[in-house]
């Protein structure tokens, strides 16, 4: 090191070289660095969601809470164990150690929850394993709407158009809808129907001088009706000619008419459809569930991106995949919610502001105190080399 002054003096072009070296590679690893809005951070924290539609608080925490703490307590690195059983679903909440390899501990997590779905109901879904990261933080979010289109037409549309195509864009890990509408059908047993079909098969039964026995339907009848009839089971291939074709038997209810002429008892004395004994109907959620921008109903779109793509690159693939989408569907309107690039940009802007400012007072106050132009030109010099030089260490160190 003390040789470094003279060694700088005899060998000028060795020490420009080097010099040309740290800019290079400088720049090189500045327009290779990625830029993300939250640092990748790894929280000791997992939560494990699962509903169970239907069930009261007191029927979540018995059958499906207990059970899940009981099988995470033996887990690698449990730290503590916290629960909250409200009505239709169970929420675990995990604490691990700090240094917790979370991607481990969810292989290890999701075997033991395998384990537990054989002995839920069959109306439990399957336990759903959230790791927190800032990667969960939505990208970006906005509204779409349609000037000729209502909120159900709106809804069909996005599901099955818009969606796969957003889905499809690289660095996209998941598009959710916010909002969207949904027809269910609701099938309500009817007492009075039931017991006058009673009453009618029964004088039947009488003048044929038959003993009756009433109908005896309630909603576990009809739901095993509605599984087995609502099926398509796959039972081989058929070769012809070298062609495969795959035959499947049962048949799936494609209409509310045909739901309402199925039938619940069919022999040669009687038969009972369940529009006999029950009244069908389609109902939306839309009362239920709903979004609205600027007081007018909307759909909201949120997207989230895969750990390994920068958040910049993706926002402009989106961008670019949302302008051709428009050029479809001319009616579209899209009302920006969020969109992490822009205060990204905004930060990464605001800190070169920053430096150029505080080279230029650093200059000004070395001019002030040396009052030599000679040596202030060098330093001035030397202070963006020494930053440019720092992004090869954040390069090679992964820091983003």
Same mark, same amino acid.
């Given at each position: 090191?003390?040789?470094?002054?003279?060694?700088?003096?005899?060998?000028?072009?060795?020490?420009?070289?080097?010099?040309?070296?740290?800019?290079?590679?400088?720049?090189?690893?500045?327009?290779?660095?990625?830029?993300?809005?939250?640092?990748?951070?790894?929280?000791?924290?997992?939560?494990?969601?699962?509903?169970?539609?239907?069930?009261?608080?007191?029927?979540?925490?018995?059958?499906?809470?207990?059970?899940?703490?009981?099988?995470?307590?033996?887990?690698?690195?449990?730290?503590?164990?916290?629960?909250?059983?409200?009505?239709?679903?169970?929420?675990?909440?995990?604490?691990?150690?700090?240094?917790?390899?979370?991607?481990?501990?969810?292989?290890?997590?999701?075997?033991?929850?395998?384990?537990?779905?054989? @002995?839920?109901?069959?109306?439990?879904? *399957?336990?759903?394993? &959230?790791?927190? +990261? !800032?990667? $969960?933080?939505? %990208?970006?979010?906005?509204?779409?709407?349609?000037?000729?289109?209502?909120?159900?037409?709106?809804?069909?549309?996005?599901?099955?158009?818009?969606?796969?195509?957003?889905?499809?864009?690289?660095?996209?890990?998941?598009?959710?809808?916010?909002?969207?509408?949904?027809?269910?059908?609701?099938?309500?047993?009817?007492?009075?129907?039931?017991?006058?079909?009673?009453?009618?098969?029964?004088?039947?039964?009488?003048?044929?001088?038959?003993?009756?026995?009433?109908?005896?339907?309630?909603?576990?009848?009809?739901?095993?009706?509605?599984?087995?009839?609502?099926?398509?089971?796959?039972?081989?291939?058929?070769?012809?000619?070298?062609?495969?074709?795959?035959?499947?038997?049962?048949?799936? @209810?494609?209409?509310?008419?045909?739901? *309402?002429?199925?039938? &619940?008892?069919? +022999? !040669?004395? $009687?038969?009972? %459809?369940?529009?006999?004994?029950?009244?069908?109907?389609?109902?939306?959620?839309?009362?239920?569930?709903?979004?609205?921008?600027?007081?007018?109903?909307?759909?909201?779109?949120?997207?989230?991106?895969?750990?390994?793509?920068?958040?910049?690159?993706?926002?402009?693939?989106?961008?670019?995949?949302?302008?051709?989408?428009?050029?479809?569907?001319?009616?579209?309107?899209?009302?920006?919610?969020?969109?992490?690039?822009?205060?990204?940009?905004?930060?990464?802007?605001?800190?070169?502001?920053?430096?150029?400012?505080?080279?230029?007072?650093?200059?000004?106050?070395?001019?002030?105190?040396?009052?030599?132009?000679?040596?202030?030109?060098?330093?001035?010099?030397?202070?963006?080399?020494?930053?440019?030089?720092?992004?090869?260490?954040?390069?090679?160190?992964?820091?983003?």
């Amino acid at each position: 090191m003390k040789n470094l002054p003279k060694f700088s003096i005899n060998r000028p072009i060795a020490i420009i070289m080097g010099i040309m070296i740290i800019l290079i590679l400088g720049i090189i690893s500045l327009f290779n660095l990625t830029s993300e809005l939250l640092p990748s951070i790894n929280f000791p924290y997992a939560i494990i969601s699962t509903t169970y539609p239907g069930a009261s608080p007191e029927l979540i925490e018995n059958v499906v809470t207990k059970p899940i703490e009981s099988s995470m307590a033996t887990v690698s690195n449990i730290n503590d164990i916290s629960s909250i059983s409200n009505e239709n679903y169970s929420i675990v909440m995990l604490e691990f150690s700090e240094s917790t390899n979370l991607d481990a501990i969810s292989i290890e997590m999701s075997e033991k929850l395998d384990m537990l779905t054989g @002995i839920f109901p069959d109306e439990v879904t *399957k336990p759903m394993v &959230i790791k927190l +990261n !800032p990667n $969960m933080i939505p %990208i970006m979010q906005f509204a779409i709407s349609f000037k000729d289109k209502d909120i159900i037409e709106t809804s069909n549309l996005v599901k099955n158009n818009i969606l796969s195509k957003l889905e499809s864009v690289p660095g996209v890990a998941q598009v959710q809808l916010i909002g969207s509408t949904e027809d269910t059908i609701n099938i309500t047993l009817n007492e009075d129907k039931i017991n006058e079909l009673n009453n009618n098969y029964q004088a039947i039964f009488k003048q044929q001088g038959l003993p009756f026995t009433p109908i005896n339907i309630n909603s576990e009848m009809i739901k095993g009706i509605l599984a087995g009839q609502n099926m398509e089971i796959p039972v081989g291939y058929i070769n012809d000619n070298n062609k495969e074709t795959l035959v499947r038997i049962g048949n799936r @209810i494609k209409s509310i008419n045909e739901l *309402k002429q199925l039938p &619940i008892i069919s +022999n !040669p004395m $009687m038969e009972v %459809i369940i529009d006999d004994i029950a009244n069908v109907n389609i109902k939306s959620n839309e009362e239920n569930s709903y979004s609205k921008v600027n007081g007018e109903h909307a759909l909201i779109i949120s997207i989230q991106k895969q750990s390994n793509y920068a958040t910049s690159e993706v926002i402009n693939d989106i961008n670019t995949r949302i302008d051709e989408i428009k050029l479809e569907y001319q009616t579209m309107e899209i009302n920006m919610l969020l969109d992490q690039a822009k205060y990204i940009n905004l930060t990464i802007n605001s800190v070169l502001k920053n430096l150029i400012y505080g080279a230029i007072l650093a200059i000004i106050v070395l001019i002030f105190f040396l009052k030599d132009i000679r040596p202030t030109i060098i330093i001035g010099i030397a202070i963006p080399i020494s930053v440019i030089a720092t992004f090869i260490m954040i390069y090679f160190y992964g820091i983003h």
